[in-house]
């Protein structure tokens, strides 16, 4: 006499809850990311709280996008090449930002830059930089 083994008895229910809290983790970041950035793009800040890097790459939120307070260009930083812990909140990653072009004019590391909002994308012509203040010069 044999009996169904669990893996026959059990292993779809475990696929599915496993797949249904893969998909509520999916949505939780995305809805963090997405809160995060209508605090920056709204109030300009406070940037902490923030979301991990790797919930917002788990979000799709594959890029930050900065602007730079020596030379007012936005720029984006892809978040998967960061060599931090994926467990990282976001903001945190302002005190490492560093201008690449001020830093060449200065002939010192220009550090000062401002936390802008999380994109999917990096800017380019059809993705351009987020709302700018009114006020904001360029
Ligand atoms: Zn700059």
Not at 113 to 133: D, F, H, N, V, Y
Request: proline share 7%; charged share 25%.
């Amino acid at each position: 006499m044999t009996t169904k083994s669990r893996e026959y008895l059990f292993s779809a229910s475990v696929k599915a809850k496993a797949e249904q809290a893969a998909a509520a983790r999916k949505d939780a970041d995305r809805l963090a990311c997405e809160a995060w950035n209508a605090r920056m793009l709204g109030f300009r800040g406070p940037a902490p709280p923030s979301p991990a890097i790797g919930d917002a790459l788990n979000a799709g939120y594959a890029y930050l996008e900065v602007k730079c307070l020596g030379c007012s260009t936005h720029q984006t930083v892809a978040l998967d090449i960061v060599r931090r812990p994926k467990t990282t909140p976001v903001h945190e990653l302002e005190r490492y930002m560093r201008c690449k072009d001020c830093s060449a004019v200065r002939r010192y590391a220009f550090k000062r830059s401002q936390l802008i909002a999380l994109r999917p994308s990096k800017i380019t012509a059809g993705a351009p930089p987020s709302e700018m203040w009114p006020g904001e010069r360029d």
